[in-house]
Structures are given as C-alpha cells and as structure tokens.
C-alpha cells in the first residue's frame, strides 16, 4: 500500500467573482522512501494540491471532491484535531519564499522548539537540545548562537535550512518542498539541493513530494504537470532521471516506477507539457518525434522554435553574420565603470557601497553581450548606469566612437539606446493606455509631427512584438505578464534604437512564455539589427541569445568569453560553479557534470572581502588571494579571467 | 538591554532636554510680546501699584534678564516660581494638584483605549464581513470622525441633561467617568481599525501558513504568532495617542469642568498668569516627548528587526 494516495482531488476556491478550480481530478500515489515531482507553470495548482494534502488553505478555499489517504487514513473531512497531528508531525511542508515564512518576531529556536514540542513529548530542554541538533544537521554553523537569533540575522539560503529544520524536527512521514529553491540565487540553490538529496539519501525511509515550477532541478524524479489542475504529462523518470552520483539500486527503483506508469513509451501526452521541456531542451535527439509533431501548430510550440534556433546556432551564428557586416569597432564602450553608492552608517559617516568597481567591456554592433551573476553582483546597476540612469561615479562610456559627456550628447543617446525592465507588472504606468505608454518616448522627444503618424507608429510597434493593435486602447492590467513584457519591448523600440539594455527581462515569466520573448528578442535583433546588452541571472536563458557573455561577482567583471568557450571551458571557479548549476535535462551530460557547490553565502558588497572578492568561497583559494584583487587577464583570444590561479587550473 | 540600547536611550533624552528648552524660550518670548498683562483688569491700577507689583515678581528688569533668571530658578532650584492670580500658591504645586487628577483621568482613558480597541480589533478581523465586523466599523468609522468637544456635549446631553445618570461636574463623585469615555473614544475607535487591518495582513502573511503547517492550534497562532506582529502598528500609534490624551484633555476637562492641569492651562493663559503658563507648558511638552521616546523604545521590544540608532 502507498503512503500517500491522492484520487481525483479537486480542490476550489470560493471568491467574490465565483467558483475557482484550482485542482481538478488529480491522482497519484506516493510511495515510503520515494521522490514525487511535481511541476507545471504558476496558476497550474502545484501549490494547491500540496497545500491541500495538509489542509493549510486559505479561508476561501475548500477541498471540494477526491480522497487523501495517508497510510489508508482518510484525511479529507477528517477535521482540524486529526489534521494538527498530521501537520509538523507526519506530513511537513517546506515553502517557496524562506524571507517570508518564518515569523520575524521570534527566534530561529522558540520557532523550531514549538514544532517539537507539539507533536513529541519532550521537555523543554530535551526539545532544545533537538532543535540544536536538527540546526547542526542542517549544516547551520554556531547552532546555539544561531538559536537566540531572529530570522532577519539570517540570509535566504540560511533561512531555507532552518524551514527544512523545522519540517524534519518531527521525523515526518512525507515531506512537500513547495518550489524550495526558487526564491533563492543559483550557487545557493546548488546548496539546498544538495542538503535535501543528501538528506534523503541519509534516512532512506524519508519521502517527499516536491513541487516545483521550474522542471530542470526535477530531475531527481518527474511525474506529472499541471495546467488548470489536470494532469497533463506523465513523462518517464528516464527522460529527468537525477545525476548519476546515487547508487545503482534507486535508479532501479526509478525505472519500476516508470514501468508502472505504462507511460515510457509515451513520454509526452500534451502539447502544454511539451513546451515546458522542449524550452528548456538543447538537444533535439531529447525530442521524441511524436512530441514534436503534438506540438506543431501549438500556441506553445515557441519553446521547440527556440530549441532549435539553438541547436543550429542560428543565433549566435546570426549574429556573426550581423557583425562581419560592420566594421569591427565598437557600438558600446566602456571604460573603468565605477558606481558607487554611499550608505549612512552613523549621523556623520557614510561608507561606499561598490556596485561595481572598475568595469570596462566593449559591444560591437549586432552583437548581444549576456551579464550575468546573483543577486546582489551589481549587474543590474551596470545596466542603469550605461544609460546613466545612475551617474557613474567614475569611469567613461563611450557610443558609437564618441564619449558622453554633456547633457545634449546624453539626450542624443537616450534616442539611441533604451531599456527593457525587469518586472513587467511594475514598469508600465496603470493609469496609461498601452498606446500611451509606448509613445510615450516619441512624445518626450518630439518625433512624431502628427497625430496619425503616432498612432501608425504604436500600431506598427504593437505588431512588431506580436500585440493585437486593437488593444492599443486597454490598460495594463488586461494583460498578461508575457503581453506586458511585449508591451514594456514595443516601449523601448519606439524611439528606433540601436542598443538596448535588457535587464533580466523575462525573469518574472513563466518558463514557456520566456522562451517566447526570449525568441522575440532574437527575431527583432535579425529585422532590426539591434545589439544587446542582456542581463540575467539565468545562464541557460542568456546562452541562447548571447553572443558573448561576462559574469560578474560582487561588483566585479570575473570572466568574459564567446558564449561557447564560458560554457564549454569556463576558467574562474566562480563561472565553474554557476555553469555546473545550471540543470541539463538530459542524464548522460547531468551525469558527467558534479555540480560544485560553493560553501557559504555571497559576502556584502557593504563588506566585500580584501583581494579577490570571490576568495571567501572558492574552493581554491589561497593566501595569495587575500593580498591582490586579480586582473582581468585575456588567457586566449577573446576570452578574460580574473583569477590568480588561471594556469594551474585550467588543466 | 544591552549598552548600546542605554546610550541610545541617554541620546534620546538629552535631545528630549533640547526640545523642552527650545518650547521654554519660544514660549517666553511669544507670552510677552501678546499684548497685556497679568496685572492689567477692568479696574484700574494706579501707576504706583502696577511699578510695586512688578518689582515684586521682578517684571521690572529686561525681558532677557527675567529669561535667564527663569531658567536659573527651574535649573538650580526646580522653581518655577509663583502664581500670579492665585494668591500665595506656587505653580509647582497647582501643577502637582492638577496632575493628580489629570494623571488619573488620562492614564485610564488610554489603557481603555487600548484594551477595548484592540479586542474589538482582533474581533473584527476574526469575524471579517459577518455582521460584528460591519456593526464595529460603523461604530468606530463615527468615533473617529466626531472631534471631542462635539462628542463631549452629546453625552453630557445624554447622560447628564435627559437620562440623569452621571453628574455633569467633573469634581464630583464619579465625575470622571464622561470624561474618561469622551478622551478614550477617539484612540479606541482608531486601535480597533488599526489592529483590524494589521491583523487581517498578518493573517495572510506567510509565516502564519508555516505556524498552520506545525500543526498550532488556531487560538496559539491568532493569540501568539498574529498578535505580537499585528500589535506592532499599534506600537507605534502610542506616541501620537499620548499626545492626542494629553491636548484633547485641555478641552475635556473644560466641557466636564475637571480640576485638572488641563483646564489650569486654559485659564492661566486668559489670566495671562506668566509663571502658570510657562509651567503648564513645560510639563505638557515634557510629557508627550518622553512618552514619544517610550513608544519607540516600545517598538524594539515587539520587532527585533528594528534597529534603536
């Protein structure tokens, strides 16, 4: 019998504007010891099914139909009392924002003894000395100084641990990860994923189901996505299997598993699936050929498209093409980049908060330069202050051969270089009209006579970026983040630029709708012969449309190649370990690439360590790194490293 | 209470001397250039007295003189001198027979406040939409529009004038209890929407969820993981309220005619009685700074993220 059997859940939520299904008729089973995966784009009911399970909805939601057993135990209508022992003691749930999900107003230790003390019957101090331990087990350094402390002492990765504390301080049954690694930076997700197979492999009785949006870290073993709360796909755990570093005997397991879904030769039923895979494939000897077929014609085959714009290079070989046709002398040039900001430390001091710091690159016409790094890098301020958005505080940027220096040479500039924002709910005014919003840079500089002629340039703008024109009078609450993000590209377009500054565009969308404007930015770079200057923190994201790509680290440029060379051969450990957390869907390269987890978190730009700012968490620092910030050095043609060590790791 | 939190406590106060000494010398100076005088009335005086009279509380001297003679007498001496009209008495101690009264009547208006807004508060935002929520917004959407003094008349109306239940002076037995209801209803009705608000965003908040997902009772987690947060608003309308309690008891004990250190301001103003003026405003002003600096040290106590600097 299995643990936990689901049949045909549905689960609605009751609102002023009606009935909400946010899960319709789902069904699996979830057996002691094994790993569910759960995944589909938001608004899919991922999180309502789980939150379900432990009937921790919100008021407004109900579980309307369908059956929960737990160990043949009927949880559905069972009732508060029977629930609160189920909940923190046989079922624990681990959410997506750790920032948000402890309580801010007591400690890390009252918040993990409270967990045990409801549900085990030790005393106060025997659940002390639990917590302490359950911190320890968590990797948590100094866990009795760490339990007198509150959660804002903590960073996000840190807090993530203590959830996860918390939810196995009972020995649960079944732990849900609900998206546990969203909120969080790259080389820190590495970090949790890590603890939690590492977990998992410890207590082979322990299971979980994990829920996640995005299905490249759903490896470890994929079932079903939802949409509207159906399931959708089944797809074999062959095709997601996790890397290969476990034992023989669980990739048995998995491919029972697989055999009792009757499915592996089918691995994918829906075209909506599809999409979510085949946006996120490189190899196309991964598509099976009847997907490809379900997902011709499709709203959602974009994501196949940019597979295969990718797999033949189309981009990056476009954009060669793009710049053989110019002269090779730089569009963008910039020079010794500083920004810094100045943060008030008592009533009279103030210490620099180096954003960047001594920043030069250079992008030629046509070409799209990826920027990459976590959060807190300083590559969204470079972004801001190459438009100087942000006066630079020191340094020179250069355009098209001519340094700006005046206010009439800046004014100039903004005509010819403009910017994609980040959060597309944000960035458009809710009290313009579309067509208001993407003429406004053409009214700020005077380049429509006429009225007609605005308005013929909004709708050619609108079509440009694949808007219905006939919404040009609708406001941006109408539309959907991906139409918004259309909507914020047609903006940035209308005043004809040349370079565009795009700053992780597409990170706010769902992973099917990225793929869509990622491929959109693609095709208007070929018909408009744009060049871009594309920030993310997404490495896959920004290797399908770079042509070169930089990575930065608390304010400094690290590394710099061709985008092929920094994936293929990356030379600072920092690139290293952000390109080995990168997920590859495929098993035969996951199992080739360890990913390398970095130890710690990423240090304040406030404090920024001396020497080489990465040297607090590379793995292979010495003491020479303390000393001397490393230059960035050119170690072949085109490709820079700023690293001490270049030679002696690169063999 | 680390050291760090002491001296910050000591800065507050130092600079809550700096704010008393600015409402001295602003105060002293604008009391004497307003025409008129403590010795002036319909009868005349003759010359000789009014010179007598002034000699006697040193009026004689320049205006700077008698300033600093002033703030030497409260610095050295904690004297703030005698009253001009009421014969024989010094201000310290009609100051001190005010408080008395005025102490009582604030001290309870405000835990009333409190007490009562919060509870309705939590009720409201438990109960959302059902009818005790709507019958309490209404109830406090009322309160909190109607000034004091209109508020004061109507239940002296009410209470004293039609029903003859409560007396209508303030000195009398039970006295004090219009007043109390009359000062407290204002902060009440505004805690109670405070702590509904603050509440319902609380309840929403993740951290209530990951409590649910432990598996707490839903009294534990209204009463221990919602309170403490949504009371932190509240934390921090405590200043104002004091403030609100301490002027809206000048007009209150006028209505309700209460032998409180609020009405003694009113009166020393029209008597143009120098030394009252100046210590009723000393102790007004005085009061609502530190209970300003009490509130924020308050605030640190519920939210550790908040930093005392």
Redesign the interface.
């Known amino acids: 019998m299995s643990l936990l059997s689901v049949k045909d859940l549905h689960t609605s939520f009751f609102t002023d504007a009606g009935e909400v299904r946010a899960v319709n008729g789902v069904s699996f089973e979830l057996e002691r010891g094994k790993i569910l995966g759960i995944v589909g784009e938001s608004g899919s009911g991922k999180s309502v099914t789980a939150y379900s399970i432990?009937q921790?909805l919100?008021e407004t939601g109900r579980i309307v139909g369908g059956s929960i057993k737990l160990d043949g135990q009927e949880l559905v209508g069972a009732g508060?009392k029977v629930?609160?022992?189920?909940?923190?003691?046989r079922i624990?749930?681990i959410?997506q924002?750790p920032m948000?999900?402890?309580?801010?107003?007591?400690t890390i230790g009252h918040q993990l003894i409270?967990?045990i003390l409801?549900?085990t019957d030790r005393d106060k101090k025997q659940a002390y000395d639990r917590a302490v331990e359950m911190l320890r087990l968590v990797n948590v350094n100094e866990p009795e100084r760490r339990m007198k402390q509150?959660p804002?002492e903590f960073s996000g990765g840190m807090r993530q641990r203590v959830?996860i504390a918390?939810a196995l301080a009972c020995e649960p049954d079944i732990l849900i990860a609900d998206e546990p690694t969203t909120a969080l930076d790259v080389t820190i997700q590495a970090q949790i994923l890590e603890l939690m197979q590492s977990l998992h492999h410890a207590r082979s009785g322990r299971r979980g189901a994990a829920v996640r949006r995005d299905h490249r870290d759903v490896r470890r073993l994929h079932l079903r996505a939802g949409d509207g709360g159906r399931d959708l796909l089944r797809a074999p755990p062959r095709l997601h299997a996790r890397p290969a570093a476990l034992d023989p005997e669980r990739r048995e397991r998995r491919t029972e598993a697989a055999a009792d879904h009757g499915h592996a030769d089918r691995p994918f039923e829906h075209a909506e699936g599809l999409s979510l895979c085949a946006a996120l494939r490189r190899r196309d000897e991964d598509l099976h050929p009847r997907a490809l077929r379900a997902a011709a014609g499709r709203p959602n085959a974009h994501g196949v498209v940019l597979a295969e714009r990718a797999r033949r290079g189309r981009i990056r070989k476009g954009g060669r093409e793009r710049m053989s046709e110019q002269n090779n002398t730089p569009l963008v040039d910039i020079r010794h980049l500083k920004e810094y900001f100045y943060i008030s430390t008592?009533p009279f001091t103030t210490k620099p908060l180096k954003a960047v710091d001594d920043v030069s690159f250079t992008i030629r016409r046509g070409e799209t330069l990826g920027l990459v790094g976590e959060s807190g890098c300083g590559k969204t301020t470079v972004g801001r202050t190459v438009l100087q958005l942000y006066k630079p505080t020191a340094g020179e940027i250069w355009y098209d051969g001519k340094q700006i220096k005046t206010a009439k040479d800046l004014k100039e500039f903004r005509t010819k270089a403009t910017m994609v924002f980040q959060d597309p709910y944000s960035s458009l005014n809710p009290r313009m009209t579309v067509s208001d919003i993407i003429a406004e840079p053409l009214d700020v500089h005077h380049l429509c006579k006429t009225k007609e002629e605005r308005r013929d340039r909004v709708l050619e703008l609108m079509q440009y970026v694949g808007l219905n024109s006939e919404h040009a009078s609708r406001y941006a609450h109408e539309f959907s983040g991906g139409q918004r993000q259309r909507i914020g590209i047609a903006r940035s377009l209308a005043v004809n630029p040349e370079f565009i500054v795009c700053d992780e565009p597409v990170s706010a969308l769902d992973v099917s709708i990225q793929a869509q404007v990622i491929n959109m930015f693609g095709d208007l770079q070929d018909k408009l012969g744009l060049t871009y200057l594309f920030i993310a923190h997404d490495l896959l994201v920004v290797r399908h449309i770079s042509d070169r790509i930089a990575v930065m680290y608390l304010g400094k440029m690290v590394e710099l190649a061709d985008a092929d060379e920094i994936y293929n051969h990356p030379l600072h450990p920092y690139s290293r370990s952000l390109i080995s957390a990168v997920p590859v869907p495929d098993p035969k390269i996951a199992r080739a690439n360890r990913r390398i987890a970095l130890k710690g978190d990423i240090p304040s730009p406030l404090n920024a360590p001396s020497g080489c700012p990465f040297r607090t968490r590379c793995p292979h620092a010495t003491e020479a790194c303390a000393e001397a910030m490393p230059e960035l050095k050119e170690v072949s043609a085109g490709h820079f490293v700023a690293c001490h060590r270049t030679a002696e790791l690169s063999d | 209470m680390n050291t760090k939190n002491l001296l910050y406590i000591l800065k507050r106060l130092g600079l809550a001397l700096l704010t008393v000494w600015v409402v001295i010398t602003v105060t002293f100076f604008v009391m004497h250039a307003v025409p008129g005088g403590p010795f002036l009335s319909e009868k005349a005086i003759s010359e000789s007295a009014m010179r007598a009279l002034e000699a006697k509380y040193g009026m004689d001297k320049p205006l700077f003189v008698q300033y600093l003679t002033y703030l030497k007498d409260i610095v050295t001496k904690f004297d703030f001198g005698p009253s001009l009209k009421q014969r024989g008495r010094m201000v310290i101690d009609i100051i001190g027979d005010g408080m008395r009264t005025s102490a009582k009547l604030g001290v309870i208006s405000a835990v009333l406040a409190l007490i009562v807004g919060v509870v309705l508060g939590a009720v409201a935002a438990l109960r959302r939409n059902r009818i005790v929520d709507k019958i309490i917004m209404v109830i406090t959407t009322a309160f909190v529009s109607m000034p004091s003094f209109i508020m004061g008349a109507l239940l002296l109306i009410l209470f004293v004038i039609k029903l003859r239940l409560l007396p209508g002076n303030g000195a009398a037995a039970g006295g004090l209890v219009l007043p109390i209801i009359t000062l407290s209803l204002y902060p009440m009705a505004y805690i109670t929407r405070l702590t509904r608000s603050s509440m319902l965003d609380v309840l929403?908040?993740?951290?209530i969820?990951?409590?649910?997902?432990?598996?707490?009772?839903?009294g534990k987690i209204i009463f221990g993981?919602a309170m403490?947060?949504s009371l932190?608003p509240v934390i921090t309308y405590f200043g104002p309220m004091l403030a609100y309690i301490v002027t809206g008891s000048i007009v209150v004990e006028q209505i309700f005619a209460v032998p409180g250190i609020g009405r003694a301001f009113v009166s020393s103003i029209i008597n143009r009685d120098y030394p009252m003026i100046m210590g009723t405003t000393i102790v007004l002003a005085a009061l609502i700074v530190v209970m300003n600096l009490v509130s924020d040290v308050l605030y640190k106590v519920?939210?550790?993220?908040i930093k005392l600097?």
């Open positions: 432990m921790i919100a508060e629930m609160r022992t189920v909940r923190g003691n624990s749930i959410f924002d948000t999900s402890l309580n801010p107003t007591y409270e967990a409801l549900h509150y804002h959830m918390m008592g | 929403g908040q993740d951290y969820r990951t409590a649910r997902a432990k598996g707490v009772a839903k993981h403490k947060n932190i519920v939210d550790p993220r600097d």
